[in-house]
């Protein structure tokens, strides 16, 4: 980031959001976090999910002692056990009580995660668009490209051809 723009977007924050920024602005700070991540460093999470087929994608790479997403240091021998027991269980209803009984003992017991979703994407469309909308994760596209249509009756298609 250029000097000229770096002040710019300084004052913007302060006029804006009476944010006071001390430092330079480091556009590279992503890489920092993530090797903050990998070396426990900074006690947080910043990934991409798009969304995942099973609770154990959800909760075992970030809640166990040992999950590879662990980056806030969690270590709970109670979560551990119910997290090893879902892995385990094949019967669908214990296996659903079980879920719910991690995702009941995360609320109520453990401080070191918050997914939240931001929507972070524009898009411009033309009217006769239909049916088009974003989802605030990456890899939507796929999914709901069938279903976008092209609405020829509409004035803003003359002249085009579908």
Same mark, same amino acid.
């Given at each position: 980031?250029?000097?000229?723009?770096?002040?710019? #977007?300084?004052?913007? !924050?302060?006029?804006?959001?009476? !944010?006071? @920024?001390?430092?330079?602005?480091?556009?590279?700070?992503?890489?920092?976090?993530?090797?903050?991540?990998?070396?426990?460093?900074?006690? =947080? #999470?910043?990934?991409?999910?798009?969304? $995942?087929?099973?609770?154990?994608?959800?909760?075992?790479?970030?809640?166990? *002692?040992?999950?590879?997403?662990? *980056?806030?240091?969690? *270590?709970?021998?109670?979560? /551990? #056990?119910?997290?090893?027991?879902? %892995?385990?269980? =094949?019967?669908?209803?214990?296996?659903?009580?079980?879920? !719910?009984?991690?995702?009941?003992?995360?609320? /109520?017991?453990? !401080?070191? %995660?918050?997914? &939240?979703?931001?929507?972070?994407?524009?898009?411009?469309? &033309?009217?006769? @668009?239909?049916?088009?909308?974003?989802?605030? $994760? =990456?890899?939507?596209?796929?999914?709901?490209?069938?279903?976008? $249509?092209?609405?020829? #009756?509409?004035? *803003?298609?003359?002249? %085009?051809?579908?």
């Amino acid at each position: 980031m250029d000097e000229g723009h770096q002040r710019e #977007t300084l004052a913007f !924050l302060r006029e804006t959001l009476g !944010l006071k @920024v001390e430092g330079d602005l480091d556009p590279t700070g992503y890489t920092k976090m993530a090797q903050g991540a990998l070396e426990k460093r900074l006690i =947080f #999470t910043l990934n991409y999910d798009n969304g $995942w087929n099973d609770l154990d994608d959800w909760v075992y790479p970030y809640f166990h *002692s040992q999950g590879y997403k662990n *980056s806030f240091n969690l *270590s709970d021998p109670d979560l /551990d #056990t119910m997290l090893e027991d879902q %892995r385990a269980e =094949f019967d669908y209803e214990r296996r659903h009580q079980i879920g !719910l009984d991690i995702q009941h003992y995360l609320l /109520d017991n453990v !401080l070191a %995660r918050l997914d &939240w979703v931001a929507q972070v994407s524009l898009a411009l469309d &033309w009217p006769y @668009v239909k049916n088009h909308w974003l989802q605030p $994760w =990456f890899g939507y596209l796929y999914v709901h490209l069938p279903n976008i $249509w092209l609405d020829s #009756t509409h004035p *803003s298609f003359a002249g %085009r051809s579908a």
